[in-house]
Structures are given as C-alpha cells and as structure tokens.
C-alpha cells in the first residue's frame, strides 16, 4: 500500500471512530475556554463519556491573549487549588493574586482534559439543539468552516444527557434555547465589578432549564451579573461546580 | 488598592518584566506550530534562554486540524522519542505508522515548552529582521492586531545570537532575509511525496545565513523539497535536529 | 437508538465507506463541468474505480448559466451521439446547431455519470498533486470549505493510476505541475474563435505529463488555442475522447 | 452568417421564447430544493404549466452537502416511493431508513422535473409578489446578479394561478406576504426533532394565503414546525402533496 | 391580458429586438465617456449600424465628477464646433479656455448619441474579443453583473467591421489584444503635461491592430503620451477623429 | 499663467460660484431619479431657483437599468406629454404602452433638466435637515465620497424655501424626518399593483410635512402604496404635479 | 548594549511608567475631539491627574475635515477667550463669525492639552465601564487593534473618581451605562438648528450619572438637542464648562 | 443672513482662497510625518510658499503609535535642536537617548509647521507629478475619498519650484517618477540596523530628479539603505536637512 494513503486512512478510521463513539454520550459540554475545559476534566476524571465541541481550529478561548494582549492573568488564592490538580504554576504577587503565565494555563487546561480522557471536537459549531418533551436532548452540529464560507450544508446531532453551555460571553446554547422554547430568559451581562463577580459566578452556575447546565462567563450573560476581566479564579471554580452538578444529576 | 486596578497592574508588570528580560536573549523562534515547539523545548531544557514569538492568538499551527479537520495525526515510529520526552499518547495503526490526537499533540508540545522554560511571545508578527556586518542580531515585531487592523505604526526590536524560521510553509524569515540580503535563494516547496520529504526535511534542516537556522516546513520552502501531509515525524526531529544544531553553534 | 443519530450514523458511515473504497482507484478526474462529467461517464461505463472531485457544492460548472444567464446552449450535429448516450434532447436550430436546455444538460450529465458508476466528490479542492519518479500518482486533496474560511488545515492524499484535468479556463492541475516540475508549459487560452476552437480542442485532448490528461477548456489553456463561447460539442467530444486515451492507457 | 452569431441568437431567441411563453403560467414554484423539484415533477406530470425559480445558479438546494458535507443523505421507507417515481437509487440502512447518494438525489430530482416538463429558470430572484383583491397574482423577478452586484435596476413579472414557496427556511415569499398584507404571521422554525418534525410538515403542508402555497422546510417556518436534519422522506412527500393540493385548488 | 406582464412582455420583446438586430453592425464601439460618445455620435450620423458598449449602469464615464468632484470641465476653443454640434453650452473663461457645467456635457453627449441613431448597451462588459486570421471580427460580452457577482457565467459574441477601443486609461480592448496576439505593445500613460497631450492625442488617434481604433485616453495608454486632466478638448477632437478613420475604412 | 493651473483654477471657481449661489435657493430637490428630473424642469422653467441633489456620481436613477437590464422602459399614454415636453421620442406597443429606450429617458431628462436651469450638484449626500419652528428650512450635506469612504467629516448646509424628495423606495428625507420630528408616519411599499400603484402615487404627491413634499416613489413609501415595477408614466406625472403643488405653495 | 534594544527599553519602559501611574487617576476623559481636547486642557491646568482616551491613532476628531473636507471651521466670538487661552489664531468673517484653519485648531488643542500635563493614551478603546454601589468608578479598557482585527482578548481597568463622555454624536460611555444600568435614557440626537443648539449644548453639559459628566455633542445625544455642524464655539465652551462642573465635584 | 448658510458661506470661501493661493507655490511637500513637517517649518520660517498634502485625515504619521502603540520615542542628543527650535520638551534616558511623548512629538510638529506659516492640506492625494522638459513642475492631486471609494473622478493639478517626496516606506512619488520617466531607480529599504540608518539617510538627502527631493524614510526608499524603528533624530536632522538644500536650490 502506498504510505500517504495509508496515512490518510488511519487518520479518516480513526477519527470517524472518535466521532461514531461518540454520537451517544453522557456530557456534551459547548466552548473550549476555561470553565469548559475545567469541567471536562473533573467529569471526565469521575468517569463520565464527555464530548467537548469547540468552534475555533484552537481551544483555550480568550485565555492566550491575557489582559489586553499582555499574555498574564491572574487567579486568586481560593482557586489555586485547581491550578494544582491540572498542574499549572503560578508566582504569587499579593496574598490574593497570583499570576499565572497566559500560555500554559490554555495548554495545561487542554492537555489535562484530554489526558483524563475527554473526547475533544474543535471546528465544529453548534447550530441548534435538540428538544424533546421539554427537555434537551442533544446538539445540531456543522463545521465551523461552513458557516464560515457561508455553504448552504445541513447539520448533523449528537445525543447527550446532559448539555453544559460554556461559550462565555455570548451563551450562545442558552440564546438558541430561549429562542425556539420561551421558557429561558437572558438577562444580559452587566458593567464590570470583579469582586462581586467573582462571587455571583460560581454561586449561579447551575441548570437552568431541563438537562441544560450553565458555566463561567455564560452564567452571566443569563443572569445578568457583572464581568470581571482577566482574573480567572471564578471560571475555574464554576467550571468546577458545574461538573459537581452534572455528576449529581445523572448520579 | 481597588482590586480590578490590582489584576491590571499585576498583569501589565508581569508581562513588561517578561518582555524586558526577553529583549537580549539566546535564541529567538519564530513561529509555535510543532517544529518550532520542539525546538524550544529542548533549548529551553539546556538551559538556553530561549523566546518563541507565534503571529496568532493561540499556538501549535497547523496540528489542530489534524487531517481535512479530522482532527488526528499520524508519526512514524522513528519519532516516538520526541512524543515520550514531551509525554505525547499514541496508538499503533500499523509498524512504522501511530496515530496521535491532535488536540493532545498541539497541546502538550506548547504545555512542554512552558514548562521547560522558553518565554512564548503570542500575538507577535515578525516584520523584519536586524542585521549587521552580514549577520542576523535579532528581529524586528510588532503586533500582528497591528497589522490586521492596517494602523501605521511603527515596530520595536529584540536581539539574539541565533534565530530559528518555524513559521512554515511561508519561510517568512528566510524570504525577508532573501529579498533584503540577496544572499539566499528559496527554491519553493515541492508537491507532496511522504516518504522522500519525511527524510530529506530532517537531513536538510540547517543554517542557512550566518545565525539563521530552518526547521520544519521551512526546510522545503528553502531547499525545493518535496511535502508530506499530515505525518509529523519529521517535524519533531527537524526541532529537536536544530536544537543540536544551534546548541552546537552558540556552545 | 435515538433516530436523529442514526440518520448521523447512516450518513458518516456511508459517506466514510465510499471515500476509504476510493482512496485508491484507476482514475481521479478533476473538475465536474461537461467534459469531465462525459469522461467520468464513458469510464465508469468501462468499469474503471473512477473518482470525480469538484470544489463547488454542486456539479456542472458554466452549463447552468447558458450563455449570458440565458439558460439554453447550443450543440453541434456531430455531438448528439454523446447527447443521446446519457439522455438529453435537444431542438433543431438550423442544420448544425441544435439548442440544448442548460438546465438539462448539466443535471442529465451528473445524474448519468453518478448511474454509471462514477464516485462524485463535491466540496473538495484539488491543492496539490503527488508525484514520483517523474509521474503524477495522485491527488492532495482538501475541504473547499477550509480555503474559503482562510483555515489553516493540512490536507490529504488520493491515489491512482491517471488523473483528468478538467477544470476548465484555470487548467489548475496542469498549474500545479508546471510550476512544481517544470516540464510542463502552459500557453494560455486565446481570444475567441469558435470554429477553430471546436476542432482544435479535440485534437489537443491528450497525456501532457505522465500519468496526467487534459480535457474540454483546460486544453485551450495549455496549448494556447482559441476559446468558443456557449457551445458545446467540443466539449462533450473532449471528454469521450480522454475517457478513451485513459482506457488505452489503463488498458 | 458567422457562427459565432449563430449561436448567440440561437440562445438569445430560444431562451427569450421559453421566457415570454412562461411570463403567464398556472404555477409558479420559487425554490430549486427538493420539495420544489419533486413538485415541480409531479405537477408537471399533470399537465400543469410549471416555472420553477431558483435564486443561484445551480439548483438542488441543500441536497448537494448530505450532512456535514459528507455527500450522503437518508430516506424513510415510506417515501420510497418517491424515489422509484423520478428514478432514483438508494441502500438500506435499517428497517426504516435508506441510505441515498446526495449527487444522484440532486441532479435526479433536476433532471427529472424539466423531463416531465416544468421550465426552470435559474438565477432568478423573487423580489416581491403581485397581489389584486387580496389574491397572490403573480412574482416580481429579478436577475440574482442584480442583487449582489448591489446594482439599482428595476424588476419584472410573472403572472400565475398558484405560488409555492419552496424556499425552504427562509419561507422568504412567506415573509414577503406576511410584512406586506399582516395577513400572514410566521411562527419561526424550532429546535430539532426529526421524527416529529418529519410527520407535521407533511401535514401542515397547505394554502396559507389566497393562491400561495408552502412546502418543504418553509411549512416548518410557518407554522414553528421543529426540524429535521439531512433525512429527506418529508421533503419529497410534502413537495408531492403540495401537488396535489394545486392540483384540487386549479381542478 | 394582465397589465404587468404587458409592460414585461414590451420590454424584453423591444430589448431582444434591439440587441438581435445589432448582433452583426459596422461598427462596435467599448466605452461610452466623452471620446466614444462623440465617435458613436458622428458615426450613427453617417448612417453607419453602430453599437456602444458601456460596462457601468450609466454612461458618461469620468465626465460627471467634473475635476476633483467640482462639476465643472474645460473645454479649448479649437473643441468647441463639436459642443455646437451636440447642442451643449458653455462659458468663456479666457481666450482659449471655456468651461461647461459637467452634467449638461455628459447628458448631451448621450443624449445625442441615442438621437442620432447609436444603439447603446449598457450593464455589459467585454470580456474578450474575436479574432479571424489576424483581425479583429467582433467582441465577447458579458452583463457586468455576472462579474461583479463572481458567477461563471459563459459570454455570447457580437460580430462587426470595426472596433473602438474608448475604455480611457485602462484600454481595455487593446490590453486584451496585446496578450492574446502579442502582436501590439502598449507604452502606458506617462505623467501630466496638458498642452502636449492635447495635440498628441489627437495625432495619435489611429488604427492599431487590424480593424481595431482607439480614441480618447486609450491613445496615451497605447503611445505612452502623456495625461490632461478635466480637460476635455482633446477628447471631443479624438471621438471626432476616429469617426472619420472608420468612415474612410468601411468607406 | 501655466495651462494645467488655468484649467484647475476655471473649475474650482466657476464650481465654487455655482455651490455660493445655491446656497439659499427656492426648492432643493434630493434625488435625480425621473420624479426628481421632471419637477426640476418644469419648477426651473417657472423660473425657480433649484438646486437638485445627487447621491451618485451619474444622475438618472433606476431608469438606465430598464426591466431586469433590458434597458428599455413603458409610459403610458397619458404621460406622454411630458415625454414630448422634455424631448423623448417613443414606440408604440399597444393603445395604452408605449417603449422608451431607457438610455434615452435617462439622458433626456437630465440634458432637460439642465437646459432649464436647475443647478445639478451630484456626488452630494444629503444627512440631515435643518428644521426652525416647526418647518423644514434646508438641507445638511456631505459628499457621497466621506460617507463612503468611512471618514469623519463634518457636514454644510443649504437653505431653501421648500423641499423636495424624490429619493425613491428610500424616501430617506422623509425617514429623517420622521424619526427627528416623530410628526411624520412612513407606512412603507406594498406589494406590486402596476394599475393601482400607476394612479394613487399622482393622488397622492403632496406636502407631507410643513415646507417638505413628495414625488414618485418616495410617495409609496410615505403613504403604503403598491409598486409598479418598469413603467414609468406615474413617475413623470407625480413629477409634474409637484412642480404644481411647489409653485402654489411658493406663489 | 545594542542601540536598537535601548530603543524599545527605553520606550517600553517609560509608556508602561505613563500607563501604570494612570491607572487610578481623579479624571478620565474618553474622546480626543474639540470638547475631550479643551476639558483636558482645563482640568490638567487645575492640577487634576487626567488621562485622556482616544480610539484612533491620532486626536482631534472631526475637527481636522473642517466643513466637507474644506479644511477651516468656525468659532463664534463669545468662544475667542478659549482660542486666545489655547493660542489659535482666527481670522474675523464677520461680526460673530471667526475663521479658523482647522490643522491649527486640532493640533494647537492636542498641543497644549499635553503641554498642560494631560496623560494622553491613544489606540484605546473604552469597551465598558466599572460601576459599583449606582456610581461609575473606573472604565474597561482595550487596544483599538484588538477591536478592529476580530480577536477575542480580554481588557484591562482604569480607576477614577470622574468619567467625562467627550465621545461625540456617538455618546458610547452613556449608551453603555444606559444598557447596562437602565437608570439613563438617550433622546438622541435631533435636525440641524446651529443657533439653539451652540447655546443648548453648554447649558445642558452635566454630570448625567453618578461620576459621568457628558460634553460636546454627547451632550445633544442625550438630551435630543438638535446639531450643528462645523462651528466650534459651543465644543469649547462646554468643554470648558464640564472642567468647571468636575473640578466642582471633586472639589 | 441664515446663520447656518454662513458658517457654510465662511468655511467654503476661506478654503477656496487658501486652495486657489497655494495653486502656484514655490514648494510642494508630499506626506506630513516627520520629515515633512520640520522641511514645512524651516522653509515656511524662511519665507517660502509651502504647501503640504497628506493622504490621511490628520497629520503626523508614523509618530502616534510609538513603537509597538506605546505611545513613546527616542531621539537623540544630536536632534535635541530641532525639537528645541518647535518646542518639544524630552526626557533623558542615557547620555544619548531621550525619551519624547508620541503625542507631544506630533501635535508639536503640526501646530509649529502652521505656526511658521505653512498651507496645509490633509485629505488629498498625491495621484500623479507633472513633467515638462525633464523636470518636475507641479502635482496631480485628487480627494483621498475618491480613491477610498473608487469613484472615477478626475484630478486637478498644483504647480510649484521643488517637490519633496516626505511619504515614508512609500517613497511614493519617486515610485511615480520612476514609473514614468525611467530615469529614476529605486533600491527599496533594507533591513534594520538603527545606527547606521540614522547617519545613512541624513547623508543620502538629497535631490533625485529635476525638481524632485527627498526626505525622511523615502530616503531609504530610494537609496536601498537600513531602518531605523521607533527612533526619531534621522527624521528631524533629514527634514531639516532637505529645507536646507532645497533653499539653496531656489536661492
């Protein structure tokens, strides 16, 4: 056999595999920022078939680009604890702040949700949801890159029991669904205030209609809290909480 | 101290220090796709001082589409080496061919490299370089949202004793230098024929003006090589190749 | 199962058998205009694997527009034998012209091409070719959808004993070979003379690099022959005539 | 007479004669997708002087890219029928889905419906609608070149008995008779459901306004109808039913 | 009849009448600012068949922005016989300069064309030309539309004696006829200098390939005179000449 | 004095006396469209002082376009005195339409307009209005260019004693108007009605707002009036009438 | 050490010495036009720490295209004393009217809002602002670049105790904090009425939110006061008036 | 007298003065950065009629955005005179380099360069040079926003003694005499090395043509000699240079 069609079969098998394996799974989880890769790593650590579907050709979100492309960010002390199951470092600037280098916590988050096995889809968009006796019951998927050349091709589904939306500020599962169902409203995310921000996100992340959870930035879109800038404490904590929840729902 | 005026000062410290102790280093890479990523991780691990500088937001190039967006990738068995140092997963398709997750490729070379010491520079486009008495000192950048956005501003300058063109199939350094200096030609890539490319990348990868050293993709551009698809054993040992090479050099 | 991912399932399986059934086959044509729809048609007919590959979402090129958006075309007396062949009529318009309607033609010519045999594959883009020892062995293939989103993805490999460059005006295969090997010149098409152009299109569809043929408008382009405008015979006589050079070929 | 005028002028006048015989008809189609081919064919078939209009230049609409632009789509056996009317293959999945290739479905489907006799004019776009004594009367047309040249040039039009919009999601002649006469109020597509969606859209398959007729995805638009991905067993029995409808209403 | 498909019917009916009747005409001018108007003007005066073909939706050219959007333009006094001829006033200034208002001279221009009997088509593009054994034998045109649109749309031909090439700076006729024949070399328009290209361009007003004349600023981009500005003099003077070269051709 | 500084000076001069001079003017009319033309001719002839504004580079509107670039138009019967007013010749196609070559009716006009007197200022943008004590006193300009270009510029303006628009389907004085006033409601085009549309847009040429009147198409988009597509005798008689309304109101 | 790196160190350095000293300032104007320039000037004079936030590359907003690119403005002679304090020249038109060229007015503006201690930051966007317990405290910064190139990158913070929306007819900083707060409404600006309006503007400049001062036209976008093209008086004035208002505040 | 028309009446009337005074100038610069604006001051101070056209909406160039849009630059010791002469304060960083805000630097330039007496005029494009008998006689120029919005509009001309080519990188009207005349070669800019550029492109000012000079970066341009970067001493010491040269020049 020719080697370049070798090459181009194992990469076709095997990824068709990935796919077909998981057209049926227990957690479909929308955005590849922080809280999204967050959650995939505790709920695919505790054993849960997660599929993570990402937009962009890279994950990591705006994570890369730091504050204002200055590639630091900084996390507080109550999260420092995350950092350290992912094995992320970070320099402590005051006894709240700590820096971490922009670059590796993207990368770090990435390869830690993959290596606790969560199965991850990147160029791939989320065009709709499926809905069934009012509940969620899996994801209207397309190539980014069709969307993006503007080809009238139709979509194809995932099944899933539960549906994280992490796609940050937009929340963009949470739009489509109050869109087409009614029953959700989006409050809209408001002026900066970190402190208070901080806070709200991790207290809010939570279900916010049947088998759809909310995570980070998300959480605000939906309940119209404050933002908070590049200080990514409250991402990690929510992308945390949320896998809490997810986990005791399909218990 | 207000908080939020707390996390920018904390950022914009942290990346001004980063940056100013980066102006006078080692080697500079330009650009973070694989070859470039191995490359600063083994420099980085010898203890060079060692600044990656990648045009876009995010890096690991071309790796995380894997194949036609399947998003998988094959290395050879030669090439195992680099995927255990970096601590890459891998799946047997036949005896010479493995199959890699892209998503774990891209992330664990960049996550590796951090963490081996190289600074990464993201958002940062190489315009031109600096070059006195007929040869390359450093590089002249700027923001690459610069010239995405077509503002006429003017450029800044870090010095070095090597620099490493990773950028690819463009070879943008090495063309720079060809129309600047007419002292180097570039042959232009070749159509594609695996094995023979696999090889000759390897064998090729050098110093091609006094300080400037190509790896990857750029080796084709330069020597008229033939490509390869979406098989990267080659461009992990054309980065750890010139690492020997530029550790050879600087000595 | 749930029913929306097994109509999923049903299409990526499917679609991934018939592209892994064809990763290597006797003939790749390039380019589903007349004459390679005719080709694809007469070989498949012959019982070769024969695999068609267009950029756009549909088939059929310049036959949909007739001429100047008026969707009727002319056919010339000694090409109704290849009208009749797959199915199409035609009205008498004087004693060498026949009006054809566009919309006919170019659906007649897909549909009898796909029930001869041939596997069609739209939205791919021909980016490049393999070559070997002087001889074209194949086809680097890519999603339309990635060049059109500015993505940057690597592509994939094709094999197979004989390649049809029928796309046209851009003769882009025999582009590619030109500017990768040079051993292959291109003329460029000339200024408009029906008659001329009509015969001499025919005469010149041949083998112009081993392993690669030419057919319909990519002819003029190469041999630098006149051009013809909304007729045609030439055409479709191209196309049966490089179906018959390649089965000689193939033998 | 030279030749090349010959063929201009036979293009010229047939078109112009296909055009000015279809300025006055009995039913204008506006959509080229499969609900709009398959009752085109069907109406047709009965004698009915059929236009159908479609706004780019080729027609199949969605068909062409299957699901994600792996080129196969599926059919419910209980639209087999339909198939085996207009001649097209398809493979068995399951007990109750088929698989159909998406190039012999398109192009079958086009070449189906101008053998049985509809006149299809491409590149045409539906501007607005005629509309006497609360009656759709007929389409306002224009060249689709026209529009996205951004050109200002005046529109012309046709005059018939029954308008289908088979526009698909855009129920665009919907929306153009909703804004215009508040008559009309369009619920808007919903979420995916297929096996649901598949049955209401047969259903709701209907007049919904003096002489305009909905079919295909635009019934869904209408009446907030959930969707159904790439499985086309509705499509065709909508656009089948729509026909028989016209049929009964023009007796 | 239904009175919209009357005012249909007429337009298309007269317009087809008009563009078939002048498929084959004596003489075929491309451009319609000042210099092809006034040719089209004089030569419809003479009782030749001729056919104006203006890519813009409105003729006129650069004769409406008058200088520097100032709608005004000058005109010398050896120019203004040709202004009495078409009917346009005009103001002294000096005793060689007298300005126009630049709405009146590119109206009138127009204006008297069509009175005097020029068949003017505008919205068409021409794309190429045909050439018999070493002479040019008419054009290949298309609706600008399909251009600016991006639609691979065939082209039709116009069959006629002689050709006027009034596409200003671009030249566009002769550019095509100097790739395809290499057999005309075009020097490019030099810098300004008013009172030399004024004469110059009259002078040079001539035949350049068989069958094909150029006027207006076509000239200084053929002989590499140089440009005037808003001006308008040389212009009247060279549309005038060139009618007379035509007249003593077709004779 | 050098020649070339002569011609710029004629034409920044005479612009310049021509723009001071109409400054304060009887009737502004914004749009060149066939409304706009025939009010400024027969107000002009009156002897009012009017100043007509244009958007574009070349005035005329939609009529150089004819039906779908058929350039040829309808009149009716009833309008074909001011055809013979203004100097246009026409065909007749039945008892009540008459043809006109489009590029005829366009230049005619203008050509008319201009003889008249009406000061034409094309390339001018009308933004804004200026409005005292509850009446409408003048208009706030830019050039076309400064919007097109992006550029923050501020605007001038022109007073005037009434004025009129004639902007087309846009009614964009009026939207202005409406939305700064909120005395003023735009119902919006309706659907086509030639017969209808033909009659109720002369009814209806009126004052709308105190010193602001409207013309043509502009009417139906004040008033919710149907549209007539390429027939052309309501245009010019809307036209006339507003000539007639204007001169009552400025006695 | 090299020049080249004492170059960037240099400016490095002492730009983020500017920005980090500025991060909790007394005042922070967002807008670099006439009012931003002369409140700057004004309250920097007084001893303030201000910084000034300019979008684009240069300041001096839309003083520099003078009247439709006609570059020279207007000031009235109760603004005189602001000119004389700023050093501008102006030359009498008449009794009220000065003219002033309006390369001097932008320049000597910017000129002497620097000179008099102003910390000027251009490129800048404001993106949101930080509001805590109902009073604005700080805004949300980001590069322009960032903004104009579609990345998606996180912005930084300035505290202050005083905001002043000097952001013209766009009034952005109200628009945001009437979205986000709903506590302030936006009339929008109305018609062209020079003379109400140059007196309205400075009445009504005034602190609209809880430490949110409106000058210039943000000041007619709020209250809906008409506008009133390029005469300057009423800028400089109200942006004299808002130093006034402010340094009240602060106190 | 209506207030509005009269800000309208002023601003036209002043800027048609200051336009038709400077028609016939003794020097025209091209381009307002650095360069341009200190060769503006030093002749304007010296008695000459300048005239300055620059491109964009406002002057300065290069200057704002600093190196990397840290709105800083360096000049050095040896240029501290020029910024002494145009009050510009600076700040010591080592015994050879000073640090200068970006925005004093450009507003400073400006405002001295008026001051001394210079017209300028922004907005306006440099399309073309005027040439009689070998020399350079005077500029085309046309609107910036015509080129921006792709109108065809004529230009209009100044005439003048001496042309200075300031563009920058550009070297924008050398390119144009090059083109035109071939009696000009341009090398094209190198590489960075700031040392030997400062010294470099001050020596290399000079005149190049007839008539023609240049200053500033065009120096390099034209010369083939290294950049420099955000350092600003070569800029200043070339523009004065150049307005020494050109002063003995025109004696």
Tied chains: 1, 2, 3, 4, 5, 6, 7, 8.
Excluded at 89 to 101: A, F, I, L, Q, R
Excluded at 125 to 131: A, G, L, S, Y
């Amino acid at each position: 056999m020719i080697e370049e069609t070798t090459i181009t079969r194992a990469i076709a098998e095997k990824y068709m595999e990935k796919f077909l394996e998981n057209l049926e799974c227990d957690v479909c989880i929308v955005g590849g920022g922080p809280s999204g890769l967050v959650s995939a790593y505790y709920l695919a650590k505790r054993g849960f078939k997660v599929s993570l579907f990402e937009k962009k050709l890279s994950l990591g979100g705006g994570i890369w680009g730091g504050g204002m492309m200055f590639n630091k960010v900084v996390v507080q002390n109550n999260a420092l604890e995350v950092l350290n199951d992912v094995g992320i470092g970070y320099e402590k600037y005051d006894d709240t702040h700590y820096v971490v280098d922009a670059i590796e916590l993207a990368s770090g988050l990435i390869y830690s949700a993959v290596k606790a096995g969560a199965a991850i889809f990147n160029l791939i968009n989320v065009e709709d949801v499926m809905i069934k006796e009012d509940r969620i019951t899996g994801l209207v998927i397309n190539w980014t890159a069709v969307e993006m050349s503007g080809l009238h091709i139709d979509p194809m589904t995932v099944a899933c029991k539960a549906v994280v939306d992490a796609t940050g500020h937009d929340a963009s599962v949470c739009h489509i669904v109050a869109r087409k169902t009614e029953k959700l409203n989006l409050a809209g995310e408001k002026y900066m205030w970190a402190e208070k921000a901080e806070k709200a996100i991790v207290e809010h992340t939570s279900e916010v209609y049947p088998g759809l959870f909310v995570t980070g930035m998300s959480v605000a879109a939906v309940y119209g809290l404050p933002r908070m800038g590049p200080i990514f404490g409250g991402m990690l904590l929510s992308g945390r909480k949320v896998a809490e929840l997810v986990t005791e729902k399909l218990g």
